[in-house]
């Protein structure tokens, strides 16, 4: 894992930009893209890019069930205010939030993916260690498959939402194995709150315990990190 600190999200937003562009140079043509506070930063320097998406594709992690692409909470609706309206793509997949049948929604998913293998994908971490919707104990062989979110999870995200009552309580998301099938990786962690994750990410074992430690497992990691969120590596 390539290991880069920089100072603030604004330095982490122009560092990630950097991946990207290299890798547009390099020849991908589909990008993993993720949703949360993390990655913002990263989406304002491509926005303002003269970057062209246009014949591109991007394939996002995750969203949450219960929720129609329209909702102001969704990822699609994340997606469309922060990159895409400004940037669109020839193609950009959200695993459907508002189909109910999972068993249809995932298979749907993973042909999506398989049909657009991933050059370059984003990823933030959660507090808890999972990237995208991908819990602690996830098989790390899993491809898009429905999860029950954590009630870690669940209050992380409740600041988005009037109260934590309205956040959904499941998600579709890319499995480990979707993931780990990248080309080439980017993570991205701010703060405090993500030092134990990522040292664990890191320096830790390989364990379900920690879905983050198989990007140990990736030939092609790059990991932005704040200070804060470098604090407990050794
Ligand atoms: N599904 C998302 C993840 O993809 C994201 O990485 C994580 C961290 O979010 P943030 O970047 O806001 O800290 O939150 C959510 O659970």
């Known amino acids: 894992m390539k290991v880069q600190i920089v100072s603030d999200k604004q330095a982490g937003?122009?560092?990630g930009f950097r991946v990207f562009e290299d890798a547009l140079q390099n020849g991908a043509k589909v990008l993993g893209?993720?949703?949360?506070?993390?990655?913002v930063t990263i989406y304002e320097q491509l926005a303002a890019s003269d970057l062209d998406f246009s014949q591109l594709t991007s394939v996002n992690l995750d969203e949450y069930v219960g929720l129609n692409a329209d909702h102001p909470q969704s990822y699609h609706y994340f997606m469309q205010e922060h990159?895409?309206?400004?940037k669109p793509f020839a193609h950009s997949y959200v695993p459907d939030g508002a189909d109910l049948d999972a068993a249809k929604a995932t298979s749907e998913y993973d042909q999506i993916i398989a049909e657009n293998p991933i050059d370059l994908q984003l990823l933030g971490l959660g507090k808890n260690g999972h990237i995208g919707f991908n819990e602690p104990g996830t098989d790390p062989d899993s491809t898009t498959h429905k999860v029950m979110l954590t009630d870690s999870t669940?209050?992380?995200n409740a600041r988005f939402f009037d109260n934590a009552d309205e956040v959904p309580r499941y998600a579709y998301s890319m499995g480990i194995g979707s993931i780990l099938k990248?080309?080439?990786?980017?993570i991205v962690a701010y703060g405090e709150a993500k030092a134990a994750a990522v040292a664990a990410m890191i320096q830790g074992p390989?364990?379900?315990?920690?879905?983050a430690s198989y990007l140990q497992t990736h030939p092609n990691v790059t990991v932005i990190l704040d200070e804060a969120a470098a604090s407990q590596l050794d």
Not at 33 to 39: D, E, H, I, Q
Not at 182 to 186: D, E, G
């Open 154 to 156: 669940i209050d992380a």
């Open 182 to 186: 990248a080309k080439q990786i980017l």
């Open 83 to 86: 990159l895409f309206n400004a």
């Open 206 to 211: 390989v364990t379900p315990d920690v879905p």
């Open 13 to 15: 937003g122009q560092a």
């Open 33 to 39: 893209l993720a949703t949360g506070s993390t990655p």
